[in-house]
T-cell receptor, first 110, second 115 residues
């Protein structure tokens, strides 16, 4: 099975940088996703990491360390519209099942 | 085709009634997933189809839940004898069977309220 931990809530200031951490313990691992979910809406894909290292995509970057069971999502130049929940999810080895964490609710304040 | 669609968007039902939800995935996507999400939680995996074959089903899914994808296109999720604990958002997602296409595209969800 999968066990995924991420902080429940975070607050950051508009224009700043915020790092959302995710740790996981798995019986099998085949990649890690980050999704963004605004209140009342469906999750939307942000990133997918399968190898160690940093993947950068505009204002968002995602890092993975498989040996440590650790990932983070880095959001730069925060905007008010970035206020949302950020979901860390792990894909099982050999399967298509994806297990989601409970999400980190980020509030961006002026 | 602009994305994954789900119907209805909202469903209110009385305890003990049966309900059925429909999901229409992105047309070329051959993988389809059902999730359940409650307030403050992440989506919880229910089941997964590749074309018309149901390849995995969560152990948490009781016998009251059944899903079909008869022609490998749209899918239905039925809940029989609904209970108040079934109240949740039911999300459908689809993806393409390809080595690099791991992204799941989610529909807007069906919000079920059991009274």
């Amino acid at each position: 099975g999968q066990n995924i931990d991420q902080p429940t809530e975070m607050t950051a200031t508009e224009g700043a940088i915020v790092q959302i951490n995710c740790t996981y313990q798995t019986s099998g691992f085949n990649g890690l996703f980050w999704y963004q979910q605004h209140a009342g809406e469906a999750p939307t894909f942000l990133s997918y990491n399968v190898l160690d290292g940093l993947e950068e995509k505009g204002r968002f970057s995602s890092f993975l360390s498989r040996s440590k069971g650790y990932s983070y999502l880095l959001l730069k130049e925060l905007q008010m519209k970035d206020s949302a929940s950020y979901l860390c999810a792990v894909r099982d080895r050999g399967y298509q099942k994806v297990t989601f964490g409970t999400g980190t609710k980020l509030q961006v304040i002026p | 085709d602009t994305g994954v669609s789900q119907n209805p968007r909202h469903k209110i039902t009385k305890r003990g009634q049966n309900v059925t939800f429909r999901c229409d995935p992105i047309s070329e996507h051959n993988r389809l997933y059902w999730y359940r999400q409650t307030l403050g939680q992440g989506p919880e995996f229910l089941t997964y189809f590749q074309n018309e074959a149901q390849l995995e089903k969560s152990r948490l899914l009781s016998d009251r839940f059944s899903a079909e994808r008869p022609k490998g296109s749209f899918s239905t999720l039925e809940i029989q004898r609904t209970e108040q604990g079934d109240s949740a958002m039911y999300l459908c997602a689809s993806s393409l069977l390809a080595a690099s296409s791991y992204e799941q595209y989610f529909g807007p969800g069906t919000r079920l309220t059991v009274t």
